[in-house]
């Protein structure tokens, strides 16, 4: 079984910053992705920072109300995901969570891939 434990939520001020780690535990052989969402009260989880790892490195992708203001660095020997984020606004006010795809292997079958999600860090962003 792979878990995903997130830490480092809080409330902060606007303008403020928190930084926020997703740690992967379990066992799996290789990581797909990982990435983080974010849900606030009445509206849809939305992607809000994504992690990929090829054999051409770690590219990261931002949707566009962060790009500029988070940054998600991921380390690859520790699997864990942690997300920089600077200038928050009171819209940055979510549960963020961690989510990742991993494949494990099994004894004389094929590897298989399973999504997992953590259970969330509230960040409320206020004065």
């Avoid at 989880?45 to 590219?59: F, I, K, L, P, Y």
């Avoid at 920089?84 to 819209?91: D, G, S, Y």
């Avoid at 989510?99 to 999600?117: A, C, I, K, M």
Wanted: net charge positive.
């Amino acid at each position: 079984q792979v878990q995903l434990v997130e830490t480092g939520g809080g409330l902060v001020q606007p303008g403020g910053a928190l930084d926020l780690s997703c740690a992967a535990t379990g066992y799996f052989h290789t990581i797909s992705y990982m990435a983080w969402y974010r849900q606030a009260p009445g509206s849809a989880r939305e992607m809000v920072a994504r992690a990929t790892h090829s054999a051409a490195g770690t590219q990261a992708q931002y949707s566009d109300s962060v790009k500029g203001r988070f940054t998600v660095t991921r380390d690859i020997f520790k699997s864990t995901l942690s997300l920089q984020m600077t200038n928050l606004k009171p819209e940055d006010t979510a549960t963020y969570f961690c989510t990742g795809g991993f494949y494990y292997s099994r004894p004389g079958l094929q590897d298989r891939y399973v999504e997992v999600w953590g259970r969330g860090t509230p960040v409320t962003v206020g004065s």
